[in-house]
C-alpha cells in the first residue's frame, strides 16, 4: 500500500479498491486476511495505463479502450481456435468445401484483388502515324515517311508547286531608282513613295508641266 500511495496512488481509489473487491467475498472464505490483502485486496487490475483500474478510467469513470480491445482480441482468438477444432473456416465461422476452402475467403479476395487493365495491342505491320495535312490515319511507308503526308495531301502539295512554279514572282521594288522610260536605272536611291529618284522625280513634273 506504502509503494502505490508513493507512485501517486489516491487512497480514496486503495479505499474505494478495497471495499469493492471485499463486497465480492465473503468473510468466512478470507481465511488469511493478511494474505487475501496483499494478494487480491490491494494489486491493481487493469491494463498498462495507470489511471485504469478494472478496465475503468479512474479519473472519468469511462470504459478503459485498450482493456476492451485486449479483451474483443482474445474473444477473437478463443473463437478462432473453437472453429478449426470444429473444421470450420476461422474468419467466417462456415464449414469448409472442398479441399478446405471457405467460399465466403474467396469471395473476399476476388473483391479486393485489383481489376486487371487490358493492355492495347501494338496492330502488326508498318508504323502509323496521323497525316500532317489531313490529320487522317496512315502507313509510314514509302513518300509518307518523308513528307509524313498521305497520298492525296502529296498531291495536293505537288499541284501547289507546280502553280507556284508556272507564275514569275512579281519583281522586287528596288531600293534604287528605276530611271526614266526608256533610260534604264540609276544608282541613286528612290523617293520612299516613289520608284524614281528625285532626279528623275524632277523630270517627270518638268515633262508634266510642259
Known amino acids: ?47 498498462g ?7 475503468i478510467i479512474w479519473r472519468t469513470g469511462a470504459a478503459c479502450e485498450l482493456c476492451a ?11 478462432r481456435e473453437q472453429r478449426l477444432e470444429q473444421g470450420l473456416c476461422p474468419q467466417h465461422g462456415i464449414r469448409l468445401g472442398l479441399p478446405g ?8 479476395a476476388a473483391i479486393r484483388r485489383p ?19 489531313c490529320g487522317c490515319r496512315i502507313f509510314l511507308t514509302g513518300l509518307a515517311v518523308d513528307t509524313g503526308l ?18 514569275p514572282a512579281a519583281p522586287s521594288v528596288p531600293g534604287t531608282c528605276s530611271g526614266l522610260d526608256g533610260a534604264g536605272p540609276c544608282t541613286r536611291r528612290a523617293l520612299p513613295t516613289r520608284s524614281v529618284c528625285l532626279t ?11
Not at 495505463?49 to 478496465?55: I, S
Not at 476452402?101 to 473476399?108: F, I, N, S, T
Not at 493492355?119 to 497525316?131: D, F, K, M, N, Q
Open 1 to 47: 500500500m506504502g509503494r502505490q500511495l508513493r507512485e501517486g496512488t489516491a487512497a480514496d481509489r486503495l479505499q474505494h479498491r478495497l471495499t469493492a473487491r471485499l463486497a465480492k467475498v465473503a468473510l468466512s472464505d478470507i481465511r488469511d486476511p493478511g494474505r487475501w490483502l496483499l494478494g487480491v485486496a490491494l494489486p491493481r487490475w487493469g491494463c
Open 49 to 55: 495505463y495507470q489511471d485504469c483500474e478494472a478496465g
Open 69 to 79: 480491445e485486449t479483451v474483443q482480441d482474445r474473444h477473437a482468438a478463443r473463437t
Open 101 to 108: 476452402r471457405c467460399a465466403d475467403c474467396e469471395l473476399d
Open 115 to 133: 481489376a486487371r487493365v487490358a493492355v492495347p495491342r501494338e496492330p502488326e505491320g508498318p508504323p502509323r502515324a496521323s497525316c500532317a495535312g
Open 150 to 167: 498521305c497520298k492525296l495531301c502529296r498531291e495536293e502539295a505537288d499541284t501547289l508547286a507546280a502553280v507556284e512554279t508556272a507564275v
Open 200 to 210: 528623275h522625280r524632277s523630270q517627270e513634273l518638268g515633262g508634266e508641266v510642259a
